[in-house]
């Protein structure tokens, strides 16, 4: 499979957008660790198992601190004020600001919000039944996320239609300056103004009274160890919520119908024990997880498999490689929701191990145990329509049709 490494890009190959399983593969195989240049700036990726989960374990060589990809067009680009997060901060900064998110993020609070989510998902679930066809997105899986992130947050439902156009540009934008060879002027434009009308319309939301009894308004009065958030780091974390509680999780409901559809024995297998669920919930990330790469900055000169990351370095860490890398998974390729062990990375490792997690799978699993009880059949009615970011498995619109069960 040579020449798939000039279809390596995740903004300008429609062939990578299309399928880059085959080409990450490919990479895994014969370049562990690739140096991509020209964009506006160089990175290094990887994308074997072990590699990448030894880096992300060791954050005193890789740091996710975003303050080191400097400032200026590469920051603007990447609308780097809007991720002055926990996500993207190391050393004491992380763990403050993981401290103050633990605090909210507690498993008993996600638990609480069951009820919630089994309401919202029993309605979707009695409209996909009574509708002929609907768009598996929109329809179905965002109307889940939407309702659990208002209920979160504090956010009025009205709202919501705005604020997922924000962040699908902000999804957009991400990565730009791997990828691209030269600025996009319309690309930086349409992010810098999304992050401008989000952080106007969250500074509008928290100066209301009804803003009293919010998730942002606990995390902006809350006082750890001394410490309370900025209004920067509140802003930021407020996009982080939204960003991590809306789209990927929409992804990931939208993933795993689509996976039922191309694997119909495995999806026979689940209908008859459905208490096979979480597992296939947990082979779902593995396979299809919404966030395919992340990435790390070398605090120091290094070597990996031959090739030279200078420090200062970007280092994109491709979790949906590594999910795939036959040397630790059987048939990687394949649906198998009773997989065991199932160490995926689709949440990360270590010290930034993703904190909605919980959450995530709560959403998942329940929409999951819905549809495989209350569905006979699915049929994809029409072709997936993909987003134009292939850092994301992300698709934008999947017309469908639920057959109930007689």
């Given at each position: 499979?040579k ?19 085959p ?14 240049s020209?964009g ?10 072990d ?6 374990l060791k954050?005193?060589l ?7 990809q ?9 609308v ?26 507690m ?7 069951r009820?919630?989510?089994e ?44 604020i997922?156009g924000?962040?699908a ?28 009308e ?19 308004a606990t995390?902006?009065d809350?006082?750890?160890e ?24 929409t992804?990931?409901i ?6 039922l ?11 008859a ?11 779902t ?10 990435d ?15 420090k200062?370095?970007?280092?994109v ?44 799978r ?16 699915i049929?994809?009615?029409?072709p ?10 992300n ?6 049709r ?5």
């Amino acid at each position: 499979m040579k020449g798939l490494e000039s279809d390596f890009n995740a903004l300008t190959s429609a062939r990578f957008r299309a399928d880059p399983y085959p080409i990450l593969a490919h990479m895994r195989e014969h370049h562990p660790v690739f140096r991509l240049s020209p964009g506006l700036t160089e990175s290094w990726h990887v994308f074997r198992y072990d590699d990448v989960r030894d880096l992300l374990l060791k954050p005193d060589l890789f740091s996710s601190d975003r303050s080191l990809q400097g400032g200026g067009d590469l920051a603007d680009a990447n609308v780097a004020f809007l991720f002055n997060n926990m996500i993207s901060a190391a050393g004491e900064k992380h763990r403050r600001l993981r401290m103050l998110a633990n605090r909210v993020f507690m498993a008993k609070a996600i638990e609480a919000l069951r009820p919630a989510v089994e309401t919202v998902v029993e309605e979707r679930i009695a409209f996909a039944l009574s509708a002929d066809e609907f768009d598996l997105v929109e329809d179905f899986a965002a109307h889940i996320t939407v309702a659990m992130i208002c209920a979160v947050l504090g956010l009025p439902k009205a709202d919501m239609a705005r604020i997922r156009g924000w962040t699908a540009v902000l999804g957009d934008n991400s990565g730009a300056v791997t990828w691209l060879e030269k600025m996009e002027p319309a690309l930086a434009e349409r992010g810098r103004r999304a992050a401008e009308e989000m952080t106007a319309y969250f500074r509008d939301f928290l100066s209301r009274p009804a803003a009293g009894d919010s998730l942002l308004a606990t995390f902006r009065d809350l006082e750890v160890e001394g410490e309370r958030l900025s209004e920067g780091e509140l802003l930021s974390m407020a996009m982080l919520l939204l960003l991590a509680g809306n789209e990927t999780t929409t992804n990931l409901i939208t993933n795993f119908v689509r996976l039922l559809d191309g694997f119909p024995v495995e999806a026979a297998r689940l209908r008859a024990d459905p208490d096979m669920t979480d597992g296939a919930v947990d082979e779902t990330l593995r396979m299809r997880n919404s966030i395919r790469n992340i990435d790390r900055f070398a605090l120091q000169d290094m070597e990996m498999h031959g090739v030279t990351i200078p420090k200062g370095g970007r280092v994109v860490v491709w979790l949906t490689a590594a999910n795939r890398d036959p040397q630790v998974f059987d048939a990687p390729d394949d649906f198998q929701p009773d997989r065991t062990p199932n160490r995926h990375l689709a949440f990360g490792q270590g010290m930034h191990m993703c904190l909605g997690a919980s959450l995530a799978r709560l959403e998942t699993r329940i929409a999951a145990r819905a549809i495989l009880t209350q569905t006979s059949a699915i049929e994809l009615t029409g072709p997936a329509e993909l987003g134009v970011n292939a850092n994301f498995d992300n698709v934008t619109r999947q017309m469908v049709r639920f057959h109930g069960r007689g």
